[in-house]
């Protein structure tokens, strides 16, 4: 894992597919359709992964996963790095 920034790159399952999907060139509808989702619901997603990977938008967002690996070389359509997604779980500080 050498070269990720494991606090920054580590995503949720739901997130890790809308990378997935911003990567393959997929528009917000595209993506609301396929991962049944509103549209303001991809949108969500697509904002916080740009604040959390520190990138001003869609294509640097994608260069910014390759470059983290995030997402894995030489794979299409882009699949991000299993070790990229953490567990499923409660969220920190969460209320049960």
């Not at 920034?5 to 060139?25: C, D, F, K, N």
């Not at 794979?75 to 991000?80: A, D, F, I, T, Y």
Request: glycine letters at 10%.
């Amino acid at each position: 894992m050498a070269g990720r920034l494991t606090t920054i790159a580590l995503l949720r399952r739901s997130g890790a597919r809308v990378l997935e999907g911003v990567a393959a060139g997929a528009s917000t509808a595209e993506l609301a359709a396929a991962l049944h989702l509103s549209p303001q619901g991809v949108e969500y997603h697509v904002a916080a992964l740009l604040r959390r990977l520190h990138a001003a938008n869609r294509p640097a967002l994608v260069a910014r996963a390759y470059a983290l690996r995030v997402l894995d070389d030489g794979q299409w359509p882009p699949r991000v790095a299993p070790d990229a997604v953490r567990d499923s779980g409660p969220r920190p500080g969460a209320r049960g």
